[in-house]
C-alpha cells in the first residue's frame, strides 16, 4: 500500500520500528513501535504509534494505517496529518492486543483516521 506520499520503495521493518513520527506542525509526537502484519493478507495494517509515559511505563499504544504515515527524508522520520491533541484522542491500545485483534482495533483505526478499508 502505498503512504502519502506514493512511496512505496521497500524498507526493512527493523529500519522502521523506533523512527520519529511528527505531526505536520513539526513537532514530534511519538514513534513507530512495531509494525503489525497480516499474515493471511500479506499485507501492512497499521504502525504500533508509541506516545506519552516515561520509560515505557504509562505509553499507550495507536495503530495508525500504514497509508497515513508519509516518510520524509529531512526530518529522517514520518509525519502523519493529524495534531498531538487528535493522537491523544485516537483509539488506543496495549502493544499486545494489537495483535489479537478480531477486526474491532483495524476497524476503529481505519474509521478514527478516515481511512478506507481494502
Same mark, same amino acid.
Given at each position: 500500500?502505498?503512504?502519502?506520499?506514493?512511496?512505496?520503495?521497500?524498507?526493512?521493518?527493523?529500519?522502521?520500528? /523506533?523512527?520519529?513520527?511528527?505531526?505536520?506542525? $513539526? *513537532? !514530534?509526537?511519538?514513534? #513507530?513501535?512495531?509494525? &503489525? +502484519? @497480516?499474515?493471511?493478507?500479506?499485507?501492512?495494517?497499521?504502525?504500533?504509534? /508509541?506516545?506519552?509515559?516515561?520509560?515505557?511505563? $504509562? *505509553? !499507550?499504544?495507536?495503530? #495508525?494505517?500504514?497509508? &497515513? +504515515? @508519509?516518510?520524509?527524508?529531512?526530518?529522517?522520520?514520518?509525519?502523519?496529518?493529524?495534531?498531538?491533541?487528535?493522537?491523544?484522542?485516537?483509539?488506543?491500545?496495549?502493544?499486545?492486543?494489537?495483535?489479537?485483534? @478480531?477486526?474491532?482495533?483495524?476497524?476503529?483505526?481505519?474509521?478514527y483516521y478516515n481511512v478506507p478499508?481494502?
Amino acid at each position: 500500500m502505498p503512504t502519502a506520499s506514493g512511496h512505496t520503495k521497500a524498507t526493512l521493518a527493523s529500519k522502521v520500528t /523506533g523512527t520519529a513520527v511528527y505531526n505536520s506542525a $513539526g *513537532e !514530534k509526537i511519538g514513534e #513507530v513501535e512495531d509494525i &503489525v +502484519l @497480516d499474515k493471511t493478507n500479506n499485507r501492512i495494517l497499521y504502525a504500533a504509534l /508509541g506516545f506519552g509515559g516515561v520509560l515505557g511505563v $504509562g *505509553e !499507550k499504544f495507536a495503530p #495508525v494505517p500504514w497509508s &497515513v +504515515l @508519509d516518510y520524509q527524508p529531512d526530518k529522517g522520520g514520518y509525519v502523519v496529518p493529524m495534531s498531538t491533541d487528535m493522537l491523544k484522542k485516537a483509539p488506543t491500545y496495549r502493544l499486545e492486543d494489537l495483535t489479537k485483534d @478480531d477486526g474491532q482495533i483495524l476497524t476503529a483505526s481505519y474509521k478514527y483516521y478516515n481511512v478506507p478499508l481494502d
